[in-house]
């Protein structure tokens, strides 16, 4: 399975700024998926990022408001902008895990995790 | 209704129980399906990954899926202290390289 470092792993910030959270994969990768884990609510999608290409938002989620970058096939950013206490939650990336060669997927790995907290 | 549905529990359990886990899914296209380990401020883990009807095991866990109930269930035999976890079923829509979509996951506390 892949290796994802995703940092920060949890912050603090103030109301109107924003946050960009990183994550790097272990290998290339063709796809990074965006997810968000509300108190109590499943993990929802946000967005999904290929390389080269613009991301494609989910509904409900817009690049206004969460651009994300996707520079190379290991590497991947999310921006949280114009932060309100609402967007409070854990940020998740994902890549998907595949045999090598292959169209075959034997499950998703994530990255540890940003808990952010707007105040 | 949602596409998946998983009670939230808080499920505890003595240690040595085994314990049951449940999702219900609406969407007949869901065809393959996976189970994840989350343990508190980390990321989920995939545990089990299924895509046929029946039983899969790997050690103390099983998976098990009915497509005509539309059911799927994780069953953890001889639960340890360290399986204290929430646990999240979670099916790609469209069976291959696409978005999941996730049950709210169960908390499960194994006491020792």
């Known amino acids: 399975s892949a290796v994802i470092s995703q940092k920060p792993s949890r912050d603090i910030c103030q109301r109107g700024t924003s946050l960009t959270i990183q994550c790097q994969v272990d290998?290339?990768?063709?796809?990074m998926f965006w997810y968000r884990q509300q108190p109590g609510q499943s993990l929802t999608l946000i967005a999904t990022?290929?390389?080269?290409?613009?991301?494609?938002?989910e509904s409900g989620f817009v690049i206004d408001k969460f651009p994300i970058s996707r520079p190379n096939l290991t590497f991947s950013t999310l921006t949280v902008s114009n932060m309100s206490p609402e967007d409070s939650s854990i940020y998740l990336c994902?890549?998907?895990?595949?045999?090598?060669?292959?169209?075959?997927?034997?499950?998703?790995?994530f990255g540890s995790g940003t808990r952010l907290t707007v105040v | 209704q949602k596409e998946v549905e998983q009670d939230p529990g808080p499920l505890s359990v003595p240690e040595g129980a085994i314990v049951s886990l449940n999702c219900t899914y609406s969407?007949?296209?869901?065809?393959?399906f996976m189970w994840y380990r989350q343990y508190s401020r980390k990321g989920p883990e995939l545990l089990m990954y299924?895509?046929?009807?029946g039983n899969k095991e790997d050690g103390r866990f099983t998976a098990q899926v009915d497509k005509s109930s539309k059911y799927i269930s994780l069953f953890i035999r001889d639960s340890q202290p360290s399986d204290s976890a929430t646990y999240l079923c979670?099916?790609?829509?469209?069976?291959?390289?696409?978005?999941?979509?996730f049950g709210k996951g169960t908390k499960l506390t194994v006491n020792p």
């Open positions: 994902s890549v998907e895990d595949r045999v090598p060669g292959t169209a075959w997927t034997y499950g998703y790995t």
């Open positions: 290998s290339q990768v063709t796809m």
């Open positions: 990022a290929n390389q080269g290409s613009e991301a494609t938002y």
């Open positions: 969407n007949s296209a869901f065809q393959y």
């Open positions: 299924t895509y046929s009807s």
């Open positions: 979670a099916m790609p829509l469209q069976g291959g390289s696409e978005k999941l979509v």
